[in-house]
């Protein structure tokens, strides 16, 4: 059965540990000096008392000792749920686990440095993606070991639709009132519409954005390839634009023979695609900049 101490023991303990600097072979002597008629602690005692206050706020003790098994029990049980299951919600632990409360499994994870993390949405890839995903990522790699600075001269492109409704979270959505005052927000309207935006990027520039009201198609995309395109990359530096790589993905209407013909005679062996130079692997928005900093 272990022995401890009085508060006051404890006081004196800490206090004599503090004078010696903390030396547990010279703070146990002088403890002996000063208190000659009091049991002695050795130097365990006062290493641990010193260690408990500084962990715990409180000195060593029956009910310490007995909560500290506790924790440490249902520290286990409870990391354990969570490696087994990394996605479970502490409520839906603590129901699990039966007589656990839920803070009580929040403070256990915490204490084990487990924190809550989001989950990232990624593009779902195809057994077959993975090869082509891996054959883009080393030629670009060569190219980039060959030229450092070659990534400036990509001009990275990409479309996406905006629609009427959008999407909204309603999670992070409050009106705060004294009473409930039934706020509402419109959605899901009867007369709808969407628009195409293409964007591109090169080196450090954000080419300006083009509005493609209507469905994107084959003639839309020539369009602009033949008469937006030159005049937004003349607001470029011409460094930039020197031997300069187009890229594009997958979607069909990048894929017409016309378009095609189009980025033979401009960009030569310098265009990558579906039938380009170089083949974008299909379903790999993650590969291009404007995934990350224009679409979010």
């Known amino acids: 059965m272990p022995r401890f101490f009085t508060n006051n023991e404890y006081r004196d303990i800490l206090f004599v540990y503090g004078v010696c600097n903390g030396n547990s072979r010279a703070a146990v002597a002088e403890y002996s000096r000063r208190y000659p008629e009091r049991r002695i602690p050795n130097r365990k005692t006062l290493v641990t008392t010193f260690r408990v206050l500084g962990e715990t706020g409180s000195v060593p003790g029956p009910h310490r000792l007995n909560a500290d098994r506790v924790n440490r029990h249902q520290d286990q049980?409870?990391?354990?749920?969570?490696?087994?299951?990394?996605?479970?919600?502490?409520?839906?632990?603590?129901?699990?686990?039966?007589?656990?409360?839920?803070?009580?499994?929040h403070r256990s994870l915490r204490r084990n440095n487990l924190h809550p993390y989001h989950l990232t949405p990624v593009q779902s890839l195809l057994d077959r993606d993975r090869a082509e995903r891996v054959q883009f990522c080393q030629w670009y790699i060569q190219q980039t070991n060959r030229d450092p600075q070659f990534y400036k001269h990509i001009i990275w492109t990409?479309?996406?639709?905006?629609?009427?409704?959008?999407?909204?979270?309603?999670?992070?959505?409050?009106?705060?009132?004294?009473?409930?005052?039934?706020?509402?927000?419109?959605?899901?309207?009867?007369?709808?519409f969407k628009v195409n935006v293409w964007m591109g990027i090169i080196g450090n520039y954000v080419l300006r954005p083009i509005i493609l009201e209507n469905?994107?198609?084959?003639?839309?995309?020539?369009?602009?390839?033949?008469?937006?395109?030159?005049?937004?990359?003349?607001?470029?530096?011409?460094?930039?634009?020197?031997?300069?790589?187009?890229?594009?993905?997958?979607c069909p209407a990048h894929n017409s023979r016309e378009i095609r013909a189009w980025l033979n005679e401009h960009y030569e062996d310098r265009w990558i695609g579906r039938f380009g130079t170089v083949r974008w692997p299909p379903r790999s928005p993650d590969l291009t900049p404007l995934d990350f900093f224009w679409w979010g």
């Open 77 to 105: 049980i409870i990391t354990a749920l969570f490696e087994e299951t990394p996605t479970l919600s502490t409520r839906r632990a603590a129901i699990q686990l039966g007589r656990i409360s839920h803070t009580s499994v």
């Open 158 to 192: 990409d479309e996406s639709t905006f629609t009427r409704d959008g999407i909204f979270n309603y999670h992070n959505d409050h009106t705060w009132a004294p009473v409930n005052p039934h706020a509402v927000r419109p959605s899901n309207n009867q007369y709808r």
């Open 215 to 250: 469905t994107l198609n084959a003639e839309a995309f020539l369009d602009l390839l033949q008469n937006e395109l030159h005049n937004i990359l003349e607001e470029v530096p011409l460094n930039f634009r020197i031997n300069s790589w187009l890229q594009m993905d997958g």
